[in-house]
């Protein structure tokens, strides 16, 4: 019977906790519950306390009274309930920190407990009503009310137990008021029951709070847990690591791997100033103040550059930060992140070398000429600023008879002779010019000098000769005796030219007119040079007509890939088999092209021609076609390549358009959109003679190219060339990161496929594999190929056999 009632008290323990207890989840029950269970107990001892000390005064005080038997009775029943409560709660002090959770059951029998408590108040009005002295009612009436305020404050975590504890001592309480039959006493009922309802409503809003402010804090535990796991992972996975500093820009937090990038113990790092540690900020937009100062603004920065000393070599750290604030809005810090970026810095160094400055001599080379000719010209050669003295000089020089020895002696004697012949041109001009002049290497062996301001031509006049007689003299070349000249051309300014290009132009005029009087002399520039200009007038006649006479032809060279030297196609070569010169190469007569306005109608045909003829090949080939810059000027090349497609029945993946570096520094925003529009189409893009003089990582990451082909000068030379086999292999990982083709060009000895397959070049192109050819020449070439191909194939297949 004792087990049945004790079930079913529970069970309505249990229903009257969950009505009246806040929403909670399933996962955090157990949880919520230890809570307040927690807060209960931390009260035990006071209200414990409190009941053993008021039921002893109501029993003194009731002694005198007829009541004193109960009184004895209830004070000790009372009193053995607080001791038991006191024992209890001594048991669970002891025992704290062992459990995490309370189940259902246990909070049932805190809700039991209470409701006996409870009980045991709640007939102290009814048993001691009509007392015949109204001391002890008073008494009595006080207490309750006190015990209810109390009860109901110590149980506020849990509104089912202050429930249970304060609704039998005011249902005592209203069978008392309710026996007296007086109208005032019904008043004061209605007040009890009014306060008993506010402490119910406190107790269940509390316990809301309680609950939901336990729900955010465990939440907030398990987002502050997953945030350092994922800090912890990315300090451990990522090149970046994490810094704090405090309002007065004192280094709070620092990670370990920030204590390595500067050398220095974590503990030595705490508390020391961020700025004093870093040097010079840079920001993306060029030097800021120092890092104090931006600090000082408060404001949120992004990749500022500041440089630290690390031992005896200075470092290059990228930092990020973000503002951070306390609850009430004041700024107490930074938090961020940072990354050492010196080795990026010093690879951007090396290829922003490698775009101004000559790889073999280590002179500028044309981008850096030209733009110091520009500035040259600015300064000193318009006529409108000329005062006496000024003006600007252009000298061109050749080396005379050098060809003939790079082919006899070899391309490492040539290029040895090339650093030996630059270094003699350059302490000749440091002599005679100082720094006002700049040398550079524009090609093969093809140097200029800028000259600003011109000293005047008879001091030009004797720098030639000192060059001419300096480069002629004999050079010792891996005990090699050569002996070569120069020849030079020298235009001035504002004289001899109306803009920087004319001045060039002329100082390459009056070279040739120097070449052709014998070699080894010097020219100005003189107006009499009108014989080569109008061989030239004789050339571009000849060259308009050569598309109507079907003149222009178009040669192909097959494109192999590392893999099995299968052929993945052919690079469309434009001839022009004349009349009279026989079979002209581009190198002469394209940049007349270029010049005269016929490159636009050449470049149109060309690439109907290749589109019409590729669609001929097999499915697997595809057809590379050079475009020149004055295609993209035009603004006409995305529908003469969509017309060629069209017409053809090529499709566009096929088709493969080669640009060069320096097309990107003209216009490059109008260049970039037709790439771009090209792109779409489906056509392929690749970035032609890469390295060779303009090469920028920005052009690569603007525009997804497909292919970057690396220029026959490197090949030739890597062999002997440490410094230019780092530089290839270095473009061949850089074409990896960035998912681009790479091809190398000039591929003429089987060595030189073998280091670039090494490299993991991805196609090849060169005399090696053959020529350019006919397109009549094409189905032998590729039959004479897939026959190779067959003999090797059944040649792996015997030795196969005969090893089974």
Same mark, same amino acid.
């Given at each position: 019977?004792?087990?049945? /009632?004790?079930?079913?008290?529970?069970?309505?323990?249990?229903?009257?906790?969950?009505?009246?207890?806040?929403?909670?989840?399933?996962?955090?029950?157990?949880?919520?519950?230890m $809570?307040?269970?927690?807060?209960?107990?931390?009260?035990?001892?006071?209200?414990?306390g409190?009941?053993? =000390?008021?039921?002893?005064?109501?029993?003194?005080?009731?002694?005198?009274?007829?009541?004193?038997?109960?009184?004895?009775?209830?004070?000790v029943?009372?009193?053995?309930?607080?001791?038991?409560?006191?024992?209890?709660?001594?048991?669970?002090?002891?025992?704290? @920190?062992?459990?995490t959770?309370?189940?259902?059951?246990?909070?049932?029998?805190?809700?039991?407990?209470?409701?006996?408590?409870?009980?045991?108040?709640?007939?102290?009005?009814? /048993?001691?009503?009509?007392?015949?002295?109204?001391?002890?009612?008073?008494?009595?009436?006080?207490?309750?009310?006190?015990?209810?305020?109390?009860?109901?404050?110590?149980?506020?975590?849990?509104p089912?137990?202050?429930?249970?504890?304060?609704a039998?001592?005011?249902?005592?309480?209203?069978?008392?008021?309710?026996?007296?039959?007086?109208?005032?006493?019904?008043?004061?009922g209605?007040?009890?029951?009014?306060?008993?309802? =506010?402490?119910?409503?406190?107790?269940?809003?509390?316990?809301?709070?309680?609950?939901?402010?336990?729900?955010?804090? $465990?939440?907030?535990?398990?987002? #502050?847990?997953?945030?350092?796991?994922?800090?912890?992972?990315?300090?451990?996975?990522?090149?970046?690591?994490?810094?704090?500093?405090?309002?007065?820009?004192a280094?709070?937090?620092?990670?370990?791997?920030?204590?390595?990038?500067?050398?220095?113990?974590?503990?030595?790092?705490?508390?020391?100033?961020?700025?004093?540690?870093?040097?010079?900020?840079?920001?993306?937009?060029?030097?800021?103040?120092?890092?104090?100062?931006?600090?000082?603004?408060?404001?949120?920065?992004?990749?500022?550059?500041?440089? *630290?000393?690390?031992?005896?070599?200075?470092?290059?750290?990228? !930092?990020?930060?973000?503002?951070?604030?306390?609850?009430?809005?004041?700024?107490?810090?930074?938090?961020?992140?940072?990354a050492?970026?010196?080795?990026?810095?010093?690879?951007?160094?090396?290829?922003?070398?490698?775009?101004?400055?000559?790889?073999?001599?280590?002179?500028?080379?044309?981008?850096?000429?030209?733009?110091?000719?520009?500035?040259?010209?600015?300064?000193?050669? #318009?006529?409108?600023?000329?005062?006496r003295?000024?003006?600007?000089?252009?000298?061109?020089?050749?080396?005379?008879?050098?060809?003939?020895?790079?082919?006899?002696?070899?391309?490492?004697?040539?290029?040895?002779?090339?650093?030996?012949?630059?270094?003699?041109?350059?302490?000749?001009?440091?002599?005679?010019?100082?720094?006002?002049?700049?040398?550079?290497?524009?090609g093969?062996?093809?140097?200029?000098?800028?000259?600003?301001?011109?000293?005047?031509?008879?001091?030009?006049?004797?720098?030639?000769?000192?060059?001419?007689?300096?480069?002629?003299?004999?050079?010792?070349?891996?005990?090699?005796?050569v002996?070569?000249?120069?020849?030079? @051309?020298?235009?001035?300014?504002?004289?001899?030219?109306?803009?920087?290009?004319?001045?060039?132009?002329?100082?390459?005029?009056? !070279?040739?007119?120097?070449?052709?009087?014998?070699?080894?002399?010097?020219?100005?520039?003189?107006?009499?040079?009108?014989?080569?200009?109008?061989?030239?007038?004789?050339?571009?006649?000849?060259? #308009?007509?050569?598309?109507?006479?079907? $003149?222009?032809?178009?040669?192909?060279?097959?494109?192999? &890939?590392?893999?099995?030297?299968?052929?993945?196609?052919?690079?469309? !070569?434009?001839?022009?088999?004349?009349?009279?010169?026989?079979?002209?190469?581009?190198?002469?007569?394209?940049?007349?092209?270029?010049?005269? @306005?016929?490159?636009?109608?050449?470049?149109?045909?060309?690439?109907?021609?290749?589109?019409?003829?590729?669609?001929?090949?097999?499915?697997?080939?595809?057809?590379?076609?050079?475009?020149?810059?004055?295609?993209?000027?035009? &603004?006409?090349?995305? /529908?003469?390549?969509?017309?060629?497609?069209?017409?053809? @029945?090529?499709?566009?993946?096929?088709l493969?358009?080669?640009?060069?570096?320096?097309?990107?520094?003209?216009?490059?925003?109008?260049?970039?959109?037709?790439?771009?529009?090209?792109?779409?189409?489906?056509?392929?893009?690749?970035?032609?003679?890469?390295?060779?003089?303009y090469?920028?990582?920005?052009?690569?990451?603007?525009?997804?190219?497909?292919? *970057?082909?690396?220029?026959?000068?490197?090949?030739?030379?890597?062999?002997?060339?440490?410094?230019?086999?780092?530089?290839?292999?270095?473009?061949?990982?850089?074409?990896?990161?960035?998912?681009?083709?790479?091809?190398?060009?000039?591929?003429?000895t089987?060595?030189?496929?073998?280091?670039?397959?090494?490299?993991?070049?991805d196609?090849?192109?060169?005399?090696?594999?053959? #020529?350019?050819?006919?397109?009549?020449?094409?189905?032998?070439?590729?039959?004479?190929?897939?026959?190779?191909?067959?003999?090797?194939?059944?040649?792996?297949?015997?030795?196969?056999?005969m090893?089974?």
């Amino acid at each position: 019977m004792r087990a049945v /009632a004790r079930s079913l008290l529970s069970r309505v323990a249990t229903a009257i906790a969950a009505r009246m207890s806040p929403s909670v989840p399933e996962s955090m029950a157990g949880r919520v519950r230890m $809570e307040q269970v927690q807060s209960i107990l931390r009260m035990t001892p006071v209200m414990m306390g409190a009941n053993l =000390v008021i039921a002893l005064l109501v029993a003194v005080a009731g002694m005198a009274g007829p009541h004193r038997l109960f009184l004895t009775v209830w004070a000790v029943a009372v009193g053995a309930y607080a001791l038991l409560g006191l024992r209890g709660w001594l048991s669970a002090w002891r025992t704290k @920190g062992g459990k995490t959770t309370v189940s259902a059951q246990g909070v049932n029998r805190i809700i039991l407990q209470a409701g006996l408590l409870g009980v045991l108040w709640g007939v102290l009005p009814v /048993a001691t009503f009509g007392s015949g002295s109204g001391t002890l009612p008073m008494l009595v009436a006080s207490v309750i009310a006190g015990m209810i305020g109390c009860g109901g404050f110590a149980l506020l975590a849990l509104p089912p137990a202050a429930i249970a504890y304060s609704a039998p001592m005011v249902a005592g309480s209203l069978i008392m008021l309710a026996s007296t039959g007086e109208p005032i006493l019904y008043a004061l009922g209605g007040l009890l029951i009014f306060c008993h309802l =506010v402490v119910i409503v406190s107790c269940l809003a509390h316990a809301k709070v309680f609950v939901e402010r336990l729900v955010a804090s $465990e939440e907030l535990e398990t987002q #502050r847990q997953v945030v350092s796991l994922l800090l912890s992972d990315f300090e451990e996975g990522a090149s970046d690591w994490l810094w704090e500093v405090d309002a007065a820009g004192a280094l709070t937090y620092v990670s370990d791997r920030m204590a390595a990038a500067a050398g220095l113990d974590r503990a030595a790092l705490i508390g020391s100033p961020m700025s004093d540690l870093c040097g010079a900020a840079e920001g993306p937009a060029g030097p800021v103040a120092a890092l104090s100062g931006l600090f000082a603004e408060q404001k949120t920065f992004r990749d500022m550059v500041v440089s *630290i000393e690390v031992g005896d070599q200075t470092h290059w750290w990228s !930092l990020s930060a973000k503002p951070v604030h306390d609850l009430d809005g004041r700024f107490v810090g930074f938090r961020g992140v940072g990354a050492d970026i010196t080795q990026a810095r010093e690879d951007q160094a090396r290829i922003s070398r490698l775009a101004h400055y000559d790889v073999l001599t280590q002179l500028p080379n044309r981008l850096s000429f030209l733009q110091a000719l520009s500035k040259a010209w600015t300064e000193h050669g #318009r006529a409108d600023r000329e005062p006496r003295g000024a003006g600007c000089a252009v000298l061109c020089l050749d080396l005379d008879h050098f060809k003939g020895v790079n082919d006899s002696l070899g391309h490492p004697i040539g290029d040895d002779l090339l650093i030996q012949a630059s270094g003699r041109l350059r302490q000749c001009v440091g002599e005679h010019i100082g720094e006002g002049g700049l040398v550079a290497r524009l090609g093969g062996d093809e140097f200029a000098v800028v000259i600003a301001p011109s000293p005047g031509a008879e001091a030009l006049g004797e720098l030639a000769r000192d060059i001419v007689t300096s480069l002629s003299e004999p050079y010792d070349v891996r005990g090699h005796h050569v002996l070569i000249g120069a020849s030079i @051309g020298i235009a001035e300014a504002p004289l001899h030219a109306d803009d920087p290009d004319g001045l060039l132009k002329n100082a390459d005029l009056a !070279l040739y007119q120097a070449k052709g009087d014998g070699r080894g002399a010097y020219r100005f520039f003189e107006t009499a040079m009108d014989l080569w200009v109008q061989q030239r007038r004789e050339l571009e006649l000849d060259l #308009r007509d050569a598309l109507a006479k079907d $003149e222009l032809k178009l040669f192909f060279q097959p494109l192999i &890939g590392r893999r099995e030297n299968q052929i993945t196609g052919f690079e469309a !070569l434009l001839r022009w088999q004349h009349p009279r010169r026989g079979l002209v190469a581009p190198t002469d007569f394209v940049e007349c092209a270029e010049q005269w @306005g016929l490159i636009g109608k050449i470049g149109e045909w060309v690439l109907h021609q290749a589109c019409h003829t590729a669609a001929t090949w097999p499915p697997h080939l595809s057809v590379a076609v050079n475009l020149s810059p004055h295609q993209f000027a035009s &603004g006409n090349l995305v /529908a003469q390549v969509r017309k060629a497609l069209k017409t053809s @029945g090529l499709h566009p993946a096929r088709l493969e358009l080669e640009i060069t570096e320096g097309l990107l520094l003209q216009d490059s925003v109008k260049t970039l959109g037709q790439l771009a529009q090209l792109k779409e189409m489906g056509v392929k893009i690749a970035m032609d003679d890469f390295g060779t003089g303009y090469s920028s990582l920005a052009y690569l990451w603007r525009f997804p190219f497909d292919k *970057i082909k690396i220029d026959r000068s490197f090949v030739a030379e890597m062999q002997d060339n440490t410094a230019i086999a780092d530089i290839l292999r270095t473009i061949a990982l850089l074409g990896q990161t960035l998912n681009l083709e790479v091809t190398a060009e000039g591929v003429e000895t089987p060595d030189q496929a073998r280091l670039l397959a090494e490299m993991r070049c991805d196609t090849f192109q060169g005399f090696l594999y053959g #020529r350019p050819m006919p397109v009549g020449d094409i189905p032998s070439f590729l039959m004479s190929n897939l026959a190779r191909q067959m003999r090797r194939d059944e040649g792996g297949a015997d030795d196969e056999a005969m090893v089974g």
